[in-house]
């Protein structure tokens, strides 16, 4: 099966899980994937990921953060998608929730979150809120 949106699905698997209240959720494997999970990773809102290369298609598990029972990720959200590409320079990229969130976006130094963005004063795709 075709995925059009990798990233999408990604945010949509992991926010299904988050809801359901699952410990791993499964995605299939790709370097765009890894990139935006290590944002998470870095930035506190999932454990981690394992990459699983046992099958014929490499797989991605990626282990949730939960925080007194409660997802670590309260709102998790596509803001480009492929019909709309949405890109920001780096003074205009808006904080969320007054910092306590993150955007991941695609600069030309690769995915970086927000903050990491405005330090290196690189804009580029925005490619989803999280908070």
């Known amino acids: ?6 990233i999408g699905d990604l945010i949509t698997r992991i926010r299904n899980g988050q809801m359901r209240g699952l410990k791993k959720v499964s995605a299939p494997s790709s370097r765009l994937r890894k990139a935006v999970l290590d944002v998470l990773q870095k930035e506190g809102f ?17 282990n949730l953060k939960y925080m007194y029972g409660d997802p670590v990720i309260k709102e998790i959200e596509r803001v480009s998608r492929p019909g709309r590409r949405i890109y920001s320079r780096f003074e205009s990229i808006k904080k969320i ?10 600069t030309s130094k690769g995915i970086l979150s927000d903050n ?9 795709e925005i490619l989803c809120k999280v908070s």
């Open 1 to 6: 099966m075709k995925i059009t949106d990798p």
């Open 46 to 62: 999932i454990q981690d990921y394992v990459v699983n290369k046992e099958a014929k298609f490499e797989n991605i598990e990626i």
């Open 97 to 106: 929730q007054n910092g306590l969130g993150i955007s991941i976006i695609s």
């Open 116 to 124: 990491e963005a405005r330090e290196q004063k690189l804009g580029g």
